[in-house]
């Protein structure tokens, strides 16, 4: 099974090979942020699991910060892997490609023996230059910040000087632009400051525009790619809808802004900005929804109509991820965004659970799902295939990832509600109140099936590893018989 | 011809530049706006203080007198008040040495990561109370459970007790862990969270630690 995983067929496609091996750490990084996740789900039932140990803290820490970089892995791994195809050309500097790639997983490898081990440090400079920096998704310590711009650096050289070089479609002039943006926002969230307002204005920089602009035209990037390539979506109209969701994207992100500014001292012209703009936020999503469907559909009866029979995508694995992320990016940052984004209802609900709730579904849902459909875009590839067919376990993966998902997403909002209701609105969020809130059967009993479908979560994954790694064999296999 | 589009409306170059406009547009009025809030969350001087200009984040010096937390009929919601000298660690700090108190407060909030259990200003983890207004939370106060089981008498003192020795003093189950926070450290961060609570967060978190007839009376408790 192992040897699997090496596989590569791409006759000497440089961007694809790169492209599967930053895959392969992504997925290794998916399981250990699930396994944080669900230590940190155990220590709100059993306090004393671990305690001084591997504190709450440290859990958290590693369970977020592994989401960050297996996704910006799997992105890179993206683009990558999608170049060759958009550009025509090949990888311009390989080699390079190559070197970044293993300086930043030794940096990560660094970064997260640190985390578990050294954990937290004294009250200076130094502890914030090596061991972490205290700041929620962006605790990496400052010289690993550094390492981290210097080889996205040589990532977007690369890719700008393929791009360059070869056809620009407008798929690939949107990826160009959508990076560099990506790329250099996360420069803002890198100094030091003693104003927590003014630290938290500029985290959101890096925070709210990677997440909620950036990352989100990337997901539109991806899914138009990929349309043309599972479906064989027509390219005109692809980029069509791809330049309209930029424009909504963007044209609600970037103001979207200011929901973030309700509460940190900043001046209350923000609601009004904040509320206007995020409520459009899900706008596109509902428009990419529609726009996956509706090619999916269209390519399918296209092909009815001439007489062809069957599934008329190339890959059902990758479909069924794509058509997810489709109804998880509008549910879960669309519709569970919207639920606490007008500042009246997230003066109490901010954070709560609520948040994690939006949090969890809304990562997974945008994200998680596209980047594991093109994974499987990989696997496709790297054996040959030219049909890849869905296996029990492929759908024994996405069915209890998927359920899971949304099991931990409505047990903690039940448990932001009930946290709004008795902590926010009748006791007034102090310190007892907190407990208060924490205490109660509604709370605990959320909390337990957060617990449980995180296992389920867990499960799913295994079955999704599992199917990564051997869907690719037995289907060539298969083929060639 | 049979290529010429005939609608706007399914026509590349239009969304293109449409795109294009509307993202240059948010962006510009992102940064515009972004000028005018960084002045106005900057930090104030102590000269501000002392002249009574409220500012949305006070110097450093803030600890140096007592906050409170009303609610302002104008605004609708309640706001930080600064009232009289009250001493810090039994005494005024000097600018200077108020800055550093500060300073280390902020590192140490970062070095210990309180952010993973707790949260500040609304943001970063849920597992352990919202520390904006910690500082005014009345189980700190004179008579507050949090207060009592430190066996100090000012607020700050019991704080920096909590801080160092926290699994000493457990309020719930769920307990905070002992992260080595020297004596020094629990200063700056005690001077920190007091700074924090004078910081203007439009009335968050609503109705804060109190009950209704305070509510309706437009008082706090924490004092």
Same mark, same amino acid.
Request: net charge neutral; charged share 15%; glycine share 10%.
């Given at each position: ?481 | ?126 597992? !352990?109370?919202? %520390? ?5 939370? /009345? ?5 507050? =459970?949090?207060? $009592?089981? &430190? ?8 704080? !920096?007790?909590? %801080? ?5 003093? /457990? ?5 905070? =862990?002992?992260? $080595?926070? &020297? ?41």
């Amino acid at each position: 099974m192992l040897t699997s995983i090496k596989t590569n067929e791409f006759a000497g496609d440089k961007g694809k090979e790169l492209g599967m091996m930053y895959f392969r750490v992504a997925i290794i990084l998916f399981g250990a942020q699930l396994l944080m996740g669900l230590i940190a789900a155990i220590q709100f039932l059993v306090p004393g699991f671990l305690f001084e140990l591997f504190d709450f803290n440290v859990a958290r820490m590693v369970h977020i910060n592994a989401l960050v970089v297996w996704m910006l892995y799997a992105m890179i791994g993206s683009v990558y892997f999608m170049l060759s195809d958009e550009t025509g050309e090949q990888l311009v500097h390989a080699g390079l490609g190559k070197l970044a790639f293993w300086v930043l997983t030794a940096a990560v490898t660094v970064v997260v023996l640190v985390y578990i081990f050294i954990q937290v440090g004294a009250g200076t400079e130094a502890s914030i230059w090596l061991i972490n920096e205290g700041r929620e998704y962006v605790e990496a310590p400052r010289w690993a910040d550094i390492g981290i711009v210097v080889v996205v650096l040589i990532f977007y050289w690369n890719v700008f000087a393929t791009f360059m070089k070869g056809q620009k479609t407008g798929i690939m002039t949107v990826m160009v632009a959508d990076l560099l943006a990506l790329a250099g926002l996360y420069v803002a969230g890198m100094f030091f400051t003693d104003n927590i307002s003014m630290d938290q204005f500029w985290w959101w920089w890096v925070i709210h525009l990677w997440v909620e602009a950036t990352w989100e035209v990337f997901v539109g990037v991806l899914a138009a790619y990929s349309l043309i390539k599972i479906i064989g979506a027509k390219r005109e109209i692809v980029e069509m809808w791809l330049w309209i969701e930029v424009l909504m994207l963007f044209g609600s992100g970037i103001l979207g802004m200011g929901h973030h500014y309700f509460w940190i001292g900043t001046p209350e012209y923000w609601w009004e900005i904040g509320a206007l703009f995020s409520a459009l936020e899900p706008v596109p999503l509902v428009a990419m929804f529609v726009h996956v469907l509706y090619d999916w559909g269209k390519e399918q009866g296209i092909a009815k109509a001439e007489g062809h029979k069957g599934a008329v995508a190339n890959n059902g694995p990758a479909i069924a991820w794509i058509v997810t992320n489709a109804f998880g990016n509008f549910l879960g940052a669309g519709v569970w965004g919207f639920f606490h984004t007008l500042p009246q209802v997230n003066i109490y609900t901010h954070g709560t659970q609520f948040t994690a709730a939006h949090g969890h579904l809304a990562f997974f849902g945008a994200y998680a799902t596209i980047l594991i459909g093109m994974m499987y875009l990989g696997v496709q590839y790297a054996y040959g295939i030219e049909r890849l067919k869905a296996t029990f376990k492929s759908k024994m993966g996405i069915f209890l990832i998927v359920f899971g998902v949304l099991g931990m997403t409505v047990a903690l909002t039940i448990a932001g509600y009930e946290q709004v209701l008795v902590e926010r609105a009748e006791l007034g969020a102090g310190w007892t109140a907190f407990f208060a809130a924490q205490e109660l059967p509604w709370f605990v009993q959320a909390m337990v099936w957060r617990a449980i479908m995180g296992v389920v979560t867990f499960v799913g994954f295994i079955y999704l590893v599992w199917d990564l790694l051997t869907i690719g064999k037995e289907q060539k296999a298969a083929q060639a018989a | 011809m049979a290529n010429k589009n005939v609608s706007v409306w399914t026509s590349i170059p239009f969304w293109r530049r449409s795109a294009a406009w509307v993202t240059g547009f948010a962006t510009i009025l992102l940064i515009w706006l972004s000028f005018d809030t960084l002045g106005q969350i900057s930090m104030g001087t102590d000269a501000d203080l002392k002249n009574g200009v409220d500012k949305r984040v006070p110097a450093a010096t803030v600890i140096n007198y007592k906050i409170d937390y009303k609610m302002s009929k104008k605004r609708g919601h309640e706001v930080p008040v600064i009232g009289e000298k009250q001493p810090f660690f039994g005494k005024e700090w000097s600018q200077k040495d108020a800055a550093a108190l500060l300073h280390l407060g902020k590192l140490t909030s970062q070095a210990k990561n309180c952010m993973n259990c707790h949260t500040l200003l609304g943001n970063g983890a849920y597992f !352990a109370p919202d %520390l904006t207004k910690a500082w005014l939370d /009345p189980a700190w106060q004179k008579g507050g =459970p949090l207060q $009592g089981m &430190t066996g100090k008498s000012t607020v700050e003192e019991a704080m !920096a007790e909590f %801080l160092q020795h926290p699994s000493q003093y /457990p309020t719930h189950a769920r307990m905070m =862990p002992n992260l $080595g926070i &020297t004596a020094d450290e629990a200063k700056g961060l005690v001077a920190f969270l007091k700074h924090m609570s004078s910081i203007d967060t439009n009335g968050f978190p609503r109705n804060f630690s109190k009950t209704v007839d305070q509510f309706k009376a437009g008082g706090t408790n924490a004092h």
